[in-house]
């Protein structure tokens, strides 16, 4: 393995606007209130970017292609504006990006901005859209919910765990993403739920019913990374490193080869393994501090702990439903709410989490703020289970 | 010896019950209270006269199929394309490659044994036998008697020289523009006179001296027949006739109006296929069609009917059904009410020809790959080897998936995804050979679906495009039930 990215590239500022349903805003302005909330703390003027990475992924319902919309929402000077989409990981993407280029040194400064406007469809969920000319003849007639749902069939047959009580374990984890996402002011759902709310509630895609799928919102968030020697010359004191970034994409085995049994992520596991080697970490469970995970469905959360190394297989339901991820827990999990509540803004997400992490390890967390976190990991999940792309990514305090 | 080699049928699992029909149209017809019993066989919102007539055809190829078919008819008035030859979507969907003849019969409740005769004459000096389908399903106004006699359904028959199960003895046929009813361009519906004059005029008159003809022809005299096959949605007809022409009574077949409706043009071949199920060897079989005019032919069983293998066939259809009691989701898949599909239902279906022309094996034919180097099958055919010990370029050859045997390995009931009949029922389905997709499943019941439940590949409409009147086919997981 080449020698990674760790410690070569520190976070400068983070900005994340207010999640929700925007109703009043179009998407520049939701990227000029991340983005200026980021330069702030960054300490920086616009024109000492070198260069941009900007992600959205469902554009053809609000902004279109390109890095344009994000150049001319902050009247950019011209730089390299770069425009990455890759399912729900898009916005690490565009962190990636930029951090790739500050380690290359092709930039000193470069800006990670994403955003997804979501509710001008006129109805909820995520919007229905071609899947493309051919996937569009054969594809099941899928939605989200539907497709992740079956990992909670899978799971249950393969663990032989009782069918009620993964749906309780599963309901367990909304309720704590909600506590959670309710001390959080720029969050999209912020009322605490009781766990016969979630198990009551109307059925989405059996057996994920409404509290166990996150919500569908507009926002955006924003990095500006450097090297740690500009960071600290800029007159940075604690800074936060970027300690692995790492990505995993199917390559069709899942949705074409019996080897998968459907029950878990072969990409998490891969990104996570590489992840942690990146970083030095080979006891994820006793050195992650916290994590934000991809929970587009709580079943996604659930199957994902395990992926992550952080449970043992077959076994996250029982540390779901022991607190272990709770914000009192071991390895507090979505304390920012998370998709669940934080909500998602697709190409905004990656970035969302990231924002989160470094808010605690800088101890700026306000009322959700932990107790001296070292390492805190994201994970993004984007696609099906049977085909999908994921990144694992781990921040840390930089000791350099 | 030219005829019958082998037959198939297909009649739609769902059975809507008359007496739901008549309880919601009783207040606007009282005439309908007495036709409230026995049910009416109804295609799912995803069948079609072609889904039908793949189904029909998958059975009658059967346990024995031959590698030498040279032609490929399907006879309807209910086709889905009105300039795109279905019976080639047939042919492709049957993976029967490109090297045949194929046409489409129709404008006629006849041409379903009007294409029959000339499929059986043909055959003698054509390479290959013929595999003959007819399916239909027509649209009728809500609250008619129509609605409530109608059925879908479909046949399809092996025709050759070799094995023959059923003989043909000869033919006759009279054409004559009598108008019981007619469907005129760019009509959905039927347009039918006086029933009293149909039959007086039209029954009485034309099938008779349709008969005497025939008779005429062959070395077989009336009262031989064992079977007489004669389709008509007024009962008491084929007695009648039967007297007339001087053929036992008992020889009469049921025309399945109690269990299924009277399938249009295919109903001659539903009925015929349903006769053969009983039929003995030696047995004379009988096969009326009628419109503007009246086919009759003459078949002679064989000792070969005895061996041919074991089928779904017309009994083993109506065997697999599950009652409809909703006649407002009948109204619904005929297209028959103006429903709010929702926003959702709003994505825009085109179809790029070239794509489809490009992948119609994988598409159509649901053909998928398997590796030369490592024996995997897999769906769909790559570049690559999806095996992730093999990842041999190029190695793939065809390999027909449509009759593996598969099971569910994960699924669910998706309420948040636009489809005619919610929830959406979808699953990762796995091949026996290796191979899966995540395939769309139908027939299914809400709280039917289990993991490692065993399905059967099925044809079916993958979704309408009505903005440019296309529709779009593919593959989708059925339970395998016993019998089916």
Redesign the interface.
């Given at each position: 393995m080449a020698n990674g990215i760790k410690d070569k590239v520190a976070i400068l500022g983070m900005g994340c606007s207010k999640f929700g349903e925007r109703w009043d805003s179009e998407a520049d302005d939701l990227m000029v209130e991340a983005v200026e909330e980021c330069l702030t703390d960054a300490g920086i003027e616009r024109n000492q970017i070198d260069a941009a990475w900007f992600s959205t992924a469902i554009e053809e319902v609000h902004v279109g292609k390109s890095g344009v919309p994000l150049s001319v929402a902050l009247r950019l000077p011209y730089i390299p504006v770069t425009r990455v989409e890759n399912y729900c990981a898009s916005g690490t993407e565009a962190f990636r990006g930029a951090v790739y280029a500050v380690a290359s040194g092709a930039a000193d400064i470069a800006l990670a901005v994403g955003v997804e406007k979501l509710k001008d469809t006129g109805y909820g969920g995520l919007p229905q859209r071609n899947r493309g000319v051919l996937q569009s003849m054969y594809w099941a007639n899928a939605s989200a919910p539907g497709s992740f749902a079956q990992l909670a069939t899978a799971y249950s047959t393969k663990h032989g765990v009782d069918a009620a009580d993964l749906k309780r374990a599963m309901a367990q984890i909304s309720v704590k993403s909600h506590d959670n996402g309710a001390k959080n002011p720029k969050a999209h759902l912020r009322k605490p739920i009781d766990i016969d709310t979630v198990l009551n509630a109307p059925m989405i895609a059996e057996p994920l019913g409404l509290f166990d799928c996150c919500g569908v919102s507009d926002g955006s968030a924003a990095a500006i990374v450097t090297t740690p020697e500009i960071a600290r010359s800029l007159g940075k004191k604690d800074l936060v490193s970027v300690k692995a970034l790492q990505l995993a994409v199917s390559n069709g085995t899942e949705a074409s080869h019996n080897s998968w049994d459907g029950s878990y992520f072969m990409t998490t596991r891969k990104a996570s393994e590489r992840a942690y080697k990146e970083a030095g970490i080979d006891k994820p469970r006793e050195q992650i501090s916290m994590f934000e995970c991809h929970d587009c469905f709580s079943v996604t959360e659930l199957v994902t702990m395990e992926d992550l190394y952080l449970s043992k297989e077959g076994e996250a339901w029982k540390d779901v439903l022991d607190g272990f991820y709770n914000a009192d827990g071991q390895i507090p999990c979505q304390i920012d709410g998370g998709l669940k509540c934080f909500g998602h803004p697709i190409g905004a997400s990656g970035l969302r989490m990231l924002y989160e992490m470094y808010l605690q390890i800088l101890g700026r967390a306000g009322e959700r703020q932990l107790d001296n976190p070292v390492h805190g990991m994201t994970h993004n999940l984007g696609g099906f289970p049977h085909q999908n792309v994921s990144s694992v990514s781990i921040v840390g305090r930089y000791d350099g | 010896m030219r005829g019958i080699v082998a037959y198939g049928g297909y009649v739609p699992r769902l059975r809507l019950q008359r007496k739901s029909m008549v309880e919601a149209n009783s207040w606007f017809n009282p005439g309908l209270k007495t036709k409230a019993k026995g049910e009416r066989a109804m295609c799912n919102w995803d069948e079609d006269s072609l889904t039908m007539a793949v189904e029909a055809g998958r059975d009658c190829l059967a346990g024995d199929r031959p590698d030498n078919v040279g032609a490929v008819y399907l006879a309807s008035t209910s086709l889905p394309f009105d300039d795109r030859q279905n019976a080639g979507v047939l042919a492709t969907a049957l993976n029967f490659g490109e090297n045949m003849m194929t046409m489409d019969v129709t404008s006629s409740q006849r041409a379903g044994t009007s294409g029959l005769i000339n499929a059986l004459n043909a055959v003698a000096g054509q390479d290959g036998p013929a595999l003959y389908v007819a399916a239909e399903k027509r649209r009728t106004k809500a609250a008619g008697p129509h609605e409530l006699l109608y059925g879908d359904g479909a046949a399809a028959l092996m025709l050759g020289t070799e094995n023959v199960i059923a003989e043909f003895l000869g033919a006759h046929q009279t054409a004559v523009d009598f108008i019981d009813h007619y469907r005129g361009q760019n009509e959905d519906f039927d347009y039918s006179w006086e029933e009293r004059w149909i039959r007086d005029e039209g029954y009485f008159k034309i099938v008779p001296r349709t008969l005497e003809g025939l008779f005429a022809k062959v070395d077989v005299k009336p009262e031989d027949v064992d079977h007489l096959v004669m389709p008509t949605v007024m009962g008491a007809v084929p007695k009648r006739i039967a007297k007339m022409a001087g053929i036992r009574e008992d020889a009469v077949r049921d025309n399945l109006h109690a269990n299924m409706g009277e399938s249009g043009t295919a109903h001659s071949l539903v009925m015929l296929v349903d006769a053969l199920q009983d039929a003995e060897p030696g047995q004379t079989v009988l096969l009326i069609g009628w419109g503007q005019g009246c086919d009759a032919l003459l078949f002679r069983t064989t000792d070969a009917l005895k061996a041919l293998s074991s089928r779904r066939g017309i009994k083993g259809s109506l065997a697999r059904r599950r009652e409809e009691t909703n006649y407002n989701k009948y109204l619904a898949f005929n297209n028959l009410v103006t429903q709010d599909m929702?926003?959702?239902?709003?994505?825009?279906?085109q179809?790029?020809l070239s794509?489809?022309y490009r992948?119609k094996e994988?598409?159509t034919g649901f053909v998928g790959g398997k590796c030369r180097k490592c024996g995997?099958v897999?769906?769909?055919k790559?570049n690559v080897c999806?095996?992730?010990n093999c990842g041999e370029f190029h190695s793939q050859d065809d390999h027909p998936f449509a009759e593996i045997p598969a099971k569910v390995?994960?699924?669910?009931?998706?309420?948040?995804?636009?489809?005619p009949d919610p929830?959406?029922h979808?699953?990762?389905v796995?091949f026996e050979e290796?191979?899966?997709?995540?395939?769309?499943l139908t027939d299914v019941d809400v709280g039917g679906v289990e993991?490692?439940m065993p399905m059967r590949m099925v044809f079916r409409v993958?979704?309408h495009d009505d903005q440019r009147g296309f529709t779009?086919y593919?593959w989708k997981a059925a339970p395998d039930q016993a019998g089916a």
């Open positions: - | 929702g926003l959702r239902s709003e994505v825009d279906k179809t790029a794509a489809l992948k994988m598409l995997t897999q769906f769909p790559s999806v095996n992730p390995q994960s699924w669910t009931a998706d309420n948040l995804t636009f489809t929830p959406q979808f699953g990762m796995v290796g191979g899966r997709l995540m395939a769309d993991v490692g993958k979704e779009k593919f």
